[in-house]
């Protein structure tokens, strides 16, 4: 019998060993079929492989009035080519994103947008060049087989220069413009957006218009002048030689001038008057318009029609008709007449146009009977075919891509001697949304200048300039600052220092509205002051050692007065030789000096001088006041001087406000130091606000709030967890487990091999979730730095070559991971079978060997 219960015994182990061993088994066919694999460089963006499933049916097929409209186009170009050989073939109707070719008419959609800025062309043309990534023209001297819809490019956020021009013709007919797509040819530098010779728009000086001084009237009884006794021969001789020193700087200068002209001029280009542009053509008469003028989309500048970088037009069109330019461009578009009513120059497609045709002479005019005016214009309308409706959807820019702009929310443009970069507001931490770089040399190497804009931050300040040749950093603010400050311009942050404070004056109770301030000296201006006072100058001594070491600016403490001057302008309301001009305290010197403004028909003004003493003498004998203690000079004036009394009261009242005005230095200074103060913090915390109105954002800090709660919450639970039973949820489920059965202890353990080989399967599959992820992150940042080379500067290749660097290694790792999960799998899966046979609650049910 006990060698029948040993055999049955082995038999059972058998079983037990061979269940393991198909779970083993299963586990790793399951783990073996999660593969990754290793990215390769993402090619240029393809138009023909983007999704046109979602478009509209428009998008894809032709209405019958379309396919008419096609048939004029064919039949007006096989004219055209029969009548002018000699010209390139016209753009008519290219294939649109889904391969349908369309009018180039009919994909302009004039849309108005919800936004003030894009009401005029200006923000139009800018918003256009901001959020749109430049493409090259396939064939630089042939327009494009493909020509996508501007609800496509607005999509991806990027085109060649026709999707450039219908995007921006788009928005400017929505706003009210006369504007016009124009297909034609213009130099290198504006085909291939190269600003680099081009001066930054923002250190354009404004055009200050000269006046001209006014002439002094001769007067009838003038003094005359005195007699000159120089030579003039000798005044001759000097005015010879400073015209020769000048003329020859000038001519120096001149030379100089050339030299870097002939070094900047760009080489010949094989393909000038070639290339192939489009741009936007803008008619005077619409909105206020008073002349005509181009709109390069690219860059967003504005030229005139006669502008030497536009070397010639084939044809316009807006969402009405199609011209074609019958002019000869020899001298580029500089004789050009953009009178679209005019068959002779332009040549129109469809007779539905809202061009009025030219005038016919009066006479002729008259011998037109007005039945015959009435059928031409009945045939006329017989005639006349419209353009058809659009095929584009309307064209809606929503608030984050209005506010986004620039591709991944920044753009760099490179300028003569200068770089300008753009950011969206509220992706810098700091609210930086644009930067200005001007160099010294055409390689920008050495920097002369910074300039930053800010938006959105809580300290008010917009603008930042940074000299670096004299350090000097000046800091400019919108109103609303804790301080009213306006603009700071300093060396360093150290107080004591050379800095220079602007304030809103309208904002502070003492009218302040400039301070200039150095180690020795303070001067301040005020405005709108009911006291009249506009200007203190105070100068100060060199402080003590015991002083130097206080750290607390107290008045005891405080920086020795040496002097304090005051001016104020005229009060009416007194007699001008009672009326201050001028108060000067010498604090040292002891003496208080008063001048007066000057009356009607005076040049001299009234003075008097205080000279303070001791309240008793040597001889310890009380002083009041002497005849000495006052110097007095009164003009126009024979009334004798006033008694000692008043000017011993006016000197009472002298010294109060002498201990006043030492009084209101102090409360400057501290001032300075509090300001010092609050820029420190607020240049350390650099925080921004948010509109109560900007919903989106006060979405996503709540959402953020929230994310952050549950994770704290969870983070909590996995503590209490980590002291709970490892088998706590398996024994629940089973109820009372005081008595155990080996059914019981068998299930338990099949229960807990079952989860733990799920867990590892889930784990495979999250390493495996990760690792596409980190693929797709560096896919979309190698398809971001395809659609960017063009634009980018040296630091951003170096950040993106070590961002590539760091997902590669990321991804490798990953991978390595992966590799070791499958091969440790099994492992854990038979120490976790051990443990359980080894469980004290399960051994005495269990026998397995281990």
């Not at 001789?237 to 100089?256: P, S």
């Not at 009405?320 to 002019?327: D, E, G, I, L, P």
């Amino acid at each position: 019998m006990e060698v029948l219960r040993e055999h049955g015994e082995e038999e059972e182990e058998e079983k037990k060993v061979f269940v393991i061993s198909n779970e083993l088994q299963d586990l790793e066919e399951k783990l073996s079929e999660i593969q990754v694999h290793i990215p390769n460089v993402v090619p240029e963006f393809d138009w023909s492989s983007i999704d046109t499933s979602q478009l509209p049916a428009s998008y894809k097929t032709n209405s019958a009035k379309e396919q008419m409209l096609l048939q004029l186009g064919d039949n007006f170009h096989r004219q055209y080519a029969h009548l002018c050989p000699d010209r390139q073939p016209l753009f008519l109707h290219p294939l649109n994103e889904c391969g349908v070719e369309k009018f180039v008419s009919t994909t302009v959609r004039p849309t108005l947008q919800p936004y003030p800025e894009l009401y005029n062309w200006d923000g139009c043309a800018q918003f256009v060049s901001d959020y749109l990534t430049m493409e090259p023209l396939s064939s630089p001297i042939t327009p494009p087989s493909y020509l996508p819809s501007p609800t496509t490019i607005l999509k991806y956020q990027r085109g060649n220069c026709f999707g450039f021009s219908m995007l921006l013709c788009s928005l400017l007919i929505g706003a009210g413009y006369d504007a016009y797509c124009v297909n034609g040819y213009a130099t290198r530098e504006i085909c291939m957006m190269d600003e680099t010779r081009e001066v930054c728009p923002l250190l354009e000086k404004s055009k200050e218009v000269l006046k001209e001084p006014m002439k002094e009237k001769i007067k009838k009884y003038a003094v005359k002048p005195p007699r000159d006794l120089r030579s003039k021969f000798e005044l001759q001789q000097v005015a010879k030689k400073e015209a020769d020193i000048e003329a020859a700087q000038k001519k120096k200068q001149k030379e100089e001038e050339e030299k870097v002209m002939e070094a900047e001029k760009p080489k010949p280009d094989p393909l000038y008057g070639l290339r192939v542009h489009a741009w936007v053509l803008v008619l005077s008469g619409k909105r206020e318009v008073p002349e005509s003028f181009f709109i390069d989309p690219f860059t967003a500048h504005s030229y005139s029609t006669t502008d030497d970088h536009f070397l010639g037009i084939e044809s316009i069109w807006n969402h009405q008709n199609y011209w074609v330019n019958m002019q000869d461009c020899w001298n580029g578009c500089k004789d050009l007449t953009f009178d679209l009513g005019d068959p002779v120059r332009w040549e129109f497609m469809l007779l539905g146009t809202d061009k009025p045709l030219l005038l016919l002479p009066e006479e002729e005019e008259e011998e037109l009977a007005d039945e015959d005016l009435d059928d031409f214009d009945k045939e006329e309308e017989e005639k006349g075919f419209d353009m058809p409706a659009s095929w584009v959807d309307p064209i809606q820019i929503s608030r984050k891509e209005f506010e986004t702009r620039c591709p991944q929310g920044k753009k760099v443009i490179q300028y003569k001697n200068a770089k300008l970069e753009k950011w969206a507001p509220y992706l810098n931490s700091n609210g930086l949304v644009q930067r200005l770089t001007v160099y010294e040399d055409p390689e920008c190497i050495r920097v002369l200048e910074v300039k930053e804009w800010f938006e959105n931050r809580e300290d008010m300040m917009n603008m930042r300039q940074l000299n670096k040749k004299t350090e000097v950093t000046t800091e400019y603010f919108s109103p609303g600052h804790i301080q009213g400050l306006k603009a700071h311009t300093y060396k360093t942050m150290e107080p004591e220092t050379e800095r220079t404070m602007e304030f809103y004056s309208e904002t502070r109770v003492d009218g302040l509205q400039k301070r200039v301030e150095n180690a020795k000296e303070m001067t301040e201006y005020f405005e709108g002051r009911s006291d009249f006072l506009h200007y203190r100058h105070t100068m100060f001594g060199k402080r003590t050692k015991r002083a130097q070491k206080l750290l607390v600016n107290t008045e005891s403490n405080a920086r020795p007065i040496l002097q304090i001057k005051e001016q104020f302008h005229r009060n009416p309301e007194k007699p001008a030789d009672e009326d201050v001009a001028e108060r000067i305290f010498m604090i040292l010197e002891e003496r208080i000096m008063l001048t007066y403004h000057c009356k009607d028909d005076y040049i001299t003004a009234s003075k008097k001088e205080f000279i303070k003493r001791k309240d008793v003498d040597n001889k310890g004998n009380k002083i009041i006041m002497t005849s000495d203690m006052c110097i007095s000079y009164r003009v126009g004036s024979f009334v004798k001087n006033k008694k000692l009394l008043h000017l011993y009261e006016m000197m009472l009242k002298l010294m109060e406000a002498e201990k006043q005005s030492r009084h209101l230095v102090w409360e400057s200074e501290t001032e300075v130091l509090e300001i010092l103060k609050i820029r420190e913090e607020e240049a350390a915390a650099s925080k921004l606000t948010v509109s109560m109105y900007d919903t989106e954002r006060n979405e996503k800090s709540k959402q953020q709030r929230e994310t952050m709660e549950r994770l704290m919450q969870e983070e909590r639970q996995r503590q209490v967890e980590q002291d709970l039973d490892y088998l706590a949820p398996f024994l629940i489920q089973m109820g009372s487990t005081e008595k155990m059965s080996k059914w019981q202890a068998l299930r338990l353990k099949e229960d807990c091999l079952n989860d733990f080989k799920h867990r590892l399967i889930d784990k495979a599959n999250l390493i495996q979730a990760r690792f596409e992820k980190e693929t797709q992150e560096l896919q979309k940042k190698q398809q971001w730095y395809q659609q960017n080379q063009l634009s980018m500067t040296l630091e951003d290749e170096d950040a993106y070559l070590t961002y590539c660097s760091d997902a590669m290694f990321c991804i490798r790792i990953l991978e390595i991971r992966l590799n070791r999960h499958k091969e440790m799998a099994p492992q854990k899966y038979i120490e976790l079978e051990e443990k359980l046979c080894k469980d004290p609650r399960l051994a005495e049910y269990l026998k397995c060997n281990v």
